[in-house]
């Protein structure tokens, strides 16, 4: 679905522990084992599987984006301000 959605490949990670994976990048790269992140990444990662667009899928997608969730945007834009009044989140700067 995110392949259709952004019409580009997607790479599943090897592995589900994602979480695990990124904490033990930081502490190798912390360690002094990478030089840096871009080098750890490229050592201790690996790309599981990659999904593709499918055409069909991808064209149904624009047309959604094009046809209706940009005009629901600009008729919820008042809603969602609204809420942010009530609720005063995100909080504002003072």
Aim: proline share 6%.
């Amino acid at each position: 679905m995110t392949a259709d959605i952004f019409d580009m490949p997607v790479e599943k990670p090897h592995t589900y522990e994602t979480s695990a994976l990124g904490a033990a990048i930081n502490c190798a790269v912390g360690l002094g084992l990478f030089p840096d992140f871009k080098t750890a990444v490229g050592n201790m990662c690996r790309v599981g599987e990659v999904y593709y667009p499918i055409a069909e899928n991808r064209d149904m997608y624009k047309k959604l984006f094009q046809k209706v969730y940009l005009k629901m945007y600009k008729r919820l834009k008042p809603l969602y301000q609204e809420i942010r009044h009530i609720t005063d989140y995100p909080k504002k700067e003072v």
